[in-house]
T-cell receptor, first 116, second 115 residues
Framework: DTGVSQNPRHKITKRGQNVTFRCDPISEHNRLYWYRQTLGQGPEFLTYFQNEAQLEKSRLLSDRFSAERPKGSFSTLEIQRTEQGDSAMYLC??????????????FGPGTRLTVL | AQSVTQLGSHVSVSEGALVLLRCNYSSSVPPYLFWYVQYPNQGLQLLLKYTTGATLVKGINGFEAEFKKSETSFHLTKPSAHMSDAAEYFCAVSRPSGGYNKLIFGAGTRLAVHP
């Protein structure tokens, strides 16, 4: 069990460019979450996957954002036409199912996005 | 809708002193409750959680929290602060059923520990 990993750890981009982040959850976890954390705030929920199905999306996830989990394993989060307001830490978390999965999520180290 | 309020964005204590970080929640149903800690440039690590059963919950690194339904609170305490406790702490709630257990976080409390 190597934990949740995220790549890249840091991304600097110019306004208007597209960026893609990757999350590799804990291998036996079928549930995956994306959160966004801006400076001085707690993380905010963006989207949720159960296996490959995207079951919930926050209103924070505008049309410029898209997330996928094609084989129910790793996930990608893409932001098109980035804006300075997209600058934030993007966190991925995974959770197992069954009786032990009482809401406990395991977080990755995050990808810090800076839009210039 | 659920929400979480953490009173005090910054708390400063002396090494060896009591740590008390406050968390109040709003929820239409008894939620699951969590405390996470975040060190600089790292992800969140679970300190402790309350789901059902005993309302006093013990976590890692000597932290504990008590669920008080009547006060809608879940305050985090540690009897004696250590320098290594300096970090940001987040209280979070989730719904036990429905809502896919997504976490709703408070704004966080930054704990400083001085010698």
């Amino acid at each position: 069990d190597t934990g949740v990993s995220q790549n890249p750890r840091h991304k600097i981009t110019k306004r208007g460019q597209n960026v893609t982040f990757r999350c590799d959850p804990i291998s036996e976890h079928n549930r995956l979450y994306w959160y966004r954390q801006t400076l001085g705030q707690g993380p905010e929920f963006l989207t949720y996957f159960q296996n490959e199905a995207q079951l919930e999306k926050s209103r924070l996830l505008s049309d410029r954002f898209s997330a996928e989990r094609p084989k129910g394993s790793f996930s990608t989060l893409e932001i098109q036409r980035t804006e300075q307001g997209d600058s934030a830490m993007y966190l991925c978390a995974s959770r197992g199912s069954g009786p032990t999965g009482s809401g406990e999520q395991f977080f990755g180290p995050g990808t810090r996005l800076t839009v210039l | 809708a659920q929400s979480v309020t953490q009173l005090g964005s910054h708390v400063s204590v002396s090494e060896g002193a009591l740590v008390l970080l406050r968390c109040n929640y709003s929820s239409s149903v008894p939620p699951y409750l969590f405390w996470y800690v975040q060190y600089p440039n790292q992800g969140l690590q679970l300190l402790l959680k309350y789901t059902t059963g005993a309302t006093l919950v013990k976590g890692i690194n000597g932290f504990e929290a008590e669920f008080k339904k009547s006060e809608t609170s879940f305050h985090l305490t540690k009897p004696s602060a250590h320098m290594s406790d300096a970090a940001e702490y987040f209280c979070a709630v989730s719904r036990p059923s429905g809502g896919y257990n997504k976490l709703i976080f408070g704004a966080g409390t930054r704990l400083a520990v001085h010698p």
